[in-house]
């Protein structure tokens, strides 16, 4: 798709693998609307933030409506805002489990919700979103962040084959350990400098974005090539 001029939402801005996306995208001349909890430091006017919480629905509604209002209808839609929390399945408290379920999967529910009829609309569309390795494989002490992350997998390759005849491509990204706040949430396993950098995932987000209408990358799946440091020969 070309992109220079066309309106991109993403969520989940304020820092990590969202905020690279930001800036990749608005390189590219796009418009970028930044919808989460909390704004980015990033001066550019062709960035706007909307604060939302994408496990709102009404509130996930309400800010669609206040970028197609001032910005037009968005062409592009990186569900990218997520979190996790590790523990034992019968030791996680409720709310955690239910704040992975309600960020990681409703939220793609939600915000591909409002934002496809725009997309029919223009006849192209593409929704990227953010899985993770840990919707391919299980995890010890991960069977809730799993659960949704193997759900993310299942909605994006039902709804590329449900909504590709409207012109619509659907994207869905697994990225291994990359170095962000990702792990401030989880005791035990701390970001570090082995970990995959967050502008090299954004860079292949672009790259499936950037392709021609009837090349649709389906998966990508990245890992760090040395995850415990590089190799003394
Ligand atoms: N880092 C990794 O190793 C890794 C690996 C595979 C997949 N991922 C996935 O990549 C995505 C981005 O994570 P990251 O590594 O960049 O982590 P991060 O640095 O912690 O960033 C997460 C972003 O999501 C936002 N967010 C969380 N809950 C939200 C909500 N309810 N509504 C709106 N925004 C919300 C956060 O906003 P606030 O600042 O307001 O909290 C933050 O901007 C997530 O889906 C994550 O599961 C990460």
Redesign the pocket.
């Known amino acids: 798709m070309e992109l220079k001029g066309k309106v991109a939402i993403v ?9 690279e996306t930001v800036k990749a995208l608005l390189n590219e001349g796009m418009i970028v609307v930044g ?4 704004s980015p430091s990033l001066d550019n006017t062709d960035f706007h933030f909307v604060k ?4 709102d629905f009404e509130n996930v509604r309400d800010s669609y409506e206040r970028v197609t209002t001032e910005f037009g209808k968005p062409s592009v839609l990186i569900n ?5 929390y590790m523990g034992m399945l019968h030791e996680m408290p409720l709310d955690e489990w239910h704040a992975m379920f ?3 999967v409703n ?1 793609i529910y939600y915000c591909s919700k409002v934002a496809i009829p725009g997309m029919i609309d223009l006849e192209e569309g593409h929704i990227v979103n ?5 919707g391919i494989t299980g995890i010890e002490k991960m069977s809730g ?1 799993c659960g949704t ?1 193997f759900a993310v997998r299942g909605i994006s390759h039902s709804l590329f084959k449900e909504v590709r005849n409207f012109g619509i491509k659907v994207t869905c990204i ?11 949430e989880i005791s035990g396993w701390d ?1 570090n400098e082995n ?1 995959m950098r ?1 502008e090299d995932v954004a860079s292949s987000i672009l790259h499936s974005l950037k392709t021609h209408p009837n090349y649709h990358v389906v998966d990508v799946e990245m890992r760090p090539l040395w995850p415990k440091g590089k190799p003394n020969k």
């Open positions: 969520t989940g801005v304020s820092k990590g693998i969202g905020l919808w989460g909890r909390t939302t919480d994408v496990s990218n805002a997520g979190l996790g309600n960020t990681n939220g953010i899985a993770s390795i840990a962040y992350k697994y990225p291994g350990s990359t170095n962000t706040n990702f792990f401030d970001a970990m967050p």
